[in-house]
T-cell receptor, first 112, second 114 residues
């Protein structure tokens, strides 16, 4: 998992509540990413950030929000607007966009 | 539409045997292709990366091949071990004029039985 940490590993929430997933890296990487992984599907990009104070929507950004106030941190908020939030969430970072991505251990979110 | 398809979806083999996983892609423009290994409940870890001009790349018992003409890649695992049980994911990157994109396959779940 390199120098990327995600917490918590398991998260349970009631429907209608917002929840924030943590992602921290000490690799001094400029780019950071959030993916969602569902059974039988490839990873889908939610948001990415190429540099501090900048981020871009990925393929499935609706119902999610992010911030990048520090180089080391890229938290993801799953809002109540996300229709099907139960999934495995992976955070990754890379030296620069296009270079190898290093992944954190993931957070499994269950919303009931 | 850019797509990456992997086969088989799942595979069970006995410890010590060899196996080959397939990846077909329709991605343009093509930049590179990576194979990742993902243990259950963990993040993916890169095994190999190949650019357009590379045909073969090895990483220990893992050997990846790339045929850019047919747009196919394979990952061969030699003398499998129990620790090889994982999902193996093929990822193709595409770099356009102002756009960088990763297209992920759904993965092949490999189970090694003792």
């Amino acid at each position: 998992d390199g120098g990327i940490t995600q917490s918590p590993k398991y998260l349970f929430r009631k429907e209608g509540q917002n929840v924030t997933l943590s992602c921290e890296q000490n690799l001094n990487h400029d780019a950071m990413y959030w993916y969602r992984q569902d059974p039988g599907q490839g990873l889908r990009l939610i948001y990415y950030s190429q540099i501090v104070n900048d981020f871009q929507k990925g393929d499935i950004a609706e119902g999610y929000s992010v911030s990048r106030e520090k180089k080391e941190s890229f938290p993801l908020t799953v809002t109540s607007a996300q229709k099907n939030p139960t999934a495995f969430y992976l955070c990754a970072s890379s030296i620069q966009p296009g270079s190898e991505q290093y992944f954190g251990p993931g957070t499994r979110l269950t919303v009931t | 539409k850019n797509q990456v398809e992997q086969s088989p979806q799942s595979l069970i083999i006995l410890e010590g045997k060899n196996c080959t996983l397939q990846c077909n892609y329709t991605v343009s423009p093509f930049s590179n292709l990576r194979w990742y290994k993902q243990d259950t409940g963990r993040g993916p870890v890169s095994l190999t990366i190949m650019t357009f001009s590379e045909n073969t790349k090895s990483n220990g018992r893992y050997t990846a091949t790339l045929d850019a003409d047919t747009k196919q890649s394979s990952l061969h695992i030699t003398a499998s071990q129990l620790s090889d049980s994982a999902s193996y994911i093929c990822v193709v990157s595409s770099v356009g004029d102002s756009n960088y994109q990763l297209i992920w396959g759904a993965g092949t779940k490999l189970i090694i039985k003792p």
